[in-house]
């Protein structure tokens, strides 16, 4: 079956830099797009940041852009999310989702087909 295994979250200060990987196995990773999406307490669940089956494209929230990076290694069967600058506001639960398509990136939450189970991320002032 698919499995998603994120890990690298925790407790960091403000201005800190955690980076999250998500391991992938029982599908063919390269077919498929990845995304990062958060869910903080009390919220819905929101768009992180997504990567094209290649790596070629990559697409982020405002709110992310010039602080996060989405990356991959095929070779792996893994994705990764280097987060930089953090601010309490990015605290919540990072999930990443697979999605299968043959190009580009979605960043519609109902476009992902496997989700794995999430870490947590907490980010002190």
């Known amino acids: 079956q698919v499995q998603l295994v994120e890990s690298g979250g925790g407790l960091v200060q403000a201005g800190g830099s955690l980076r999250l990987s998500c391991a992938a196995s029982?599908?063919?990773?390269?077919?498929?797009?990845m995304g990062w999406f958060r869910q903080a307490p009390g919220k819905e669940r929101e768009f992180v940041a997504a990567?094209?089956?290649?790596?070629?494209?990559?697409y982020y929230t405002d709110s992310v852009k010039g602080r996060f990076t989405i990356s991959r290694a095929n070779t792996k069967n893994t994705v990764y999310l280097q987060m930089n600058s953090l601010k309490p506001e990015d605290t919540a639960v990072y999930y990443c989702?697979?999605?299968?398509?043959?190009?580009?990136?979605?960043?519609?939450?109902?476009?992902?087909?496997?989700w794995g189970q999430g870490t947590q991320v907490t980010v002190s002032s």
């Open positions: 990567i094209s089956r290649s790596g070629g494209s990559t």
């Open positions: 029982g599908l063919t990773f390269s077919n498929h797009c």
């Open positions: 989702a697979a999605d299968f398509r043959l190009s580009g990136t979605s960043r519609n939450q109902y476009d992902y087909d496997y």
